[in-house]
């Protein structure tokens, strides 16, 4: 982490866990134990469908909510399909785009691109997806497959517009899997991050870009991974379920600021 030049993002996604009323219920326990007058960035990515619940639990606290997918057009016929635009107006802050479940649904760079720009064009904040597969990684070619997704995906944001995306680095092999990259493993790909959005915009830009880590991070393994230079937060899946679990993750954050 680097708290001089980025915020800290501590962000759940409760993938398709969770129903508008256990919502409420994480809610309600959620604020009892939350810490509070920290710096760290609290984000709650949850299913479109409990975001209302969500919302209204969290009025007043500093815990933003995020969506976990979007469509890029902004309306029209497209049965199914939730707008940039629509999340805005249920008081959605943040969305998580190119998660490689996503991905692996048939989800494309192209279509992430044009995600972004639209998330970007609403005034949301993207938490943009990126990670290896464990074929990728036993091949040797983690850094070339990541330098490629960033290059895909940011096609066509302008600098400024960069800046305001939160990059994850989620290692396939590691999501849902209890297997963690190391915290040498996982500083070392966020370094390539950084080195590869400063060539494709500025150092400036790369300085103050926040660069989250996902996959089996818990309240043991969080501290460790925090205390990277270039690890300025999580993507949680699985520990985020939990109130008090989640907020292990976010004292683990708030540590290191005192
Ligand atoms: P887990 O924390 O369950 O490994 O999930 C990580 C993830 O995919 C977050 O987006």
């Known amino acids: 982490m680097n708290h001089k030049y980025r915020k800290t993002v501590i962000a759940a996604n409760w993938k398709m866990n969770k129903t508008p009323t256990e919502t409420r219920t994480f809610g309600a326990e959620f604020r009892r134990i939350l810490p509070r007058g920290r710096w760290c ?9 409990c975001i209302p619940a969500g919302v209204k639990a969290m009025r007043d606290t500093r815990v933003n909510i995020g969506a976990e997918n979007m469509y ?7 049965t199914g399909e939730i707008s940039a635009p629509m999340l805005v107006d249920a008081g959605v802050k943040y969305v998580i785009l190119g998660h490689s479940e996503r991905r692996a649904m048939g989800e494309t760079d192209a279509d992430i691109n044009k995600k972004l720009i639209a998330a970007l064009e609403a005034g949301l904040t993207p938490i943009l997806c990126v990670g290896e597969s464990l074929e990728q990684r036993k091949s040797g070619v983690t850094f070339e497959h990541i330098t490629m997704q960033l290059k895909l995906d940011f096609q066509n944001i302008q600098p400024e517009q960069l800046r305001r995306i939160v990059v994850a680095y989620e290692p396939i092999w590691a999501i849902g899997t209890g297997l963690t990259a190391t915290p040498e493993e996982a500083e070392e790909v966020c370094q390539h991050i950084r080195t590869v959005i400063r060539k494709l915009s500025s150092a400036k830009t790369a300085r103050a870009t926040s660069i989250l880590y996902g996959g089996s991070m818990n309240g043991d393994n969080a501290a460790q991974l925090l ?6 937060g999580g993507l949680i899946g699985g520990a985020s379920l939990d109130p008090e679990k989640f907020v292990k993750i976010i004292n683990a954050a708030n540590q290191d600021a005192e």
């Open 227 to 232: 205390a990277q230079p270039d690890i300025d």
């Open 72 to 78: 890029h057009e902004t309306f029209g016929a497209f």
């Open 41 to 49: 960035e609290i984000v709650l990515c949850m299913p479109a469908i």
